[in-house]
């Protein structure tokens, strides 16, 4: 296997984590026979790479949690093809832990805005799944543990801080770029795609409850990067 390759594993692990916005959460029932218990979540992410989920202390899964914090999180690809056996998948290994921190609301929202509805009600709180390794099954022979390290990459406070003024900037100004961007590059239906949410490896998309993921080829650390590698991708999806 090239370096090129080794590379590739985790970056696709990463960006699979970026593409869906549902999986399923495993565990450890709190009784004595300690048997897993796997219930379906909405997550999102924060800018790092680390899932964010929105959960009811009166939920099962949170019980169990508040006496054994272990977790995984399984995630699938696309489903809509022929075989989703053939797809990817990836189970994530970790813990999860209450947080407060506001930024890991404001992309969870974004990201399921019909949350908003219930993420001020008394029994629901906002967790963060720090990840301690992974299971990556990309297909026929490419199955791959991942540390966890590899699967998050190192906060940028620059692009923090605009983050937002970048995402209003592209939605209410560029619709039109980030329609080619849904309908040329990533090969989407057409509609009314907006922006939700932007990282140092790509920016998340979204149409009614469908989510998609645009990777950017280089690695952005600032407004100035990310306006250069979102010019270049529309260029790129107008020629395509």
Known sequence: MTDADKRAIPESARQLVRSVPYGSLATVMRDDDGAPYASMVAFATDQTGKPILLLSDLADHTKNLKQDDRVSLLLIGDLADEDPMAGERLTLQGRLARSDNPTLRQRYLSRHPAASLYADFTDFSFYQMTIERAHLVAGFGRIHWIPGDDLTIDPVSTLLEAESEIIDHMNDDHADAIKLYATQLLQRDDGDW???????EGADLRLGNRVARLPFDQR?????????????LVNKARTA
């Open 220 to 232: 952005v650390e600032t407004s100035t990067d990310v306006r250069k590698e979102l010019v270049r």
């Open 194 to 200: 907006f922006m939700t949410g932007i990282d140092p």
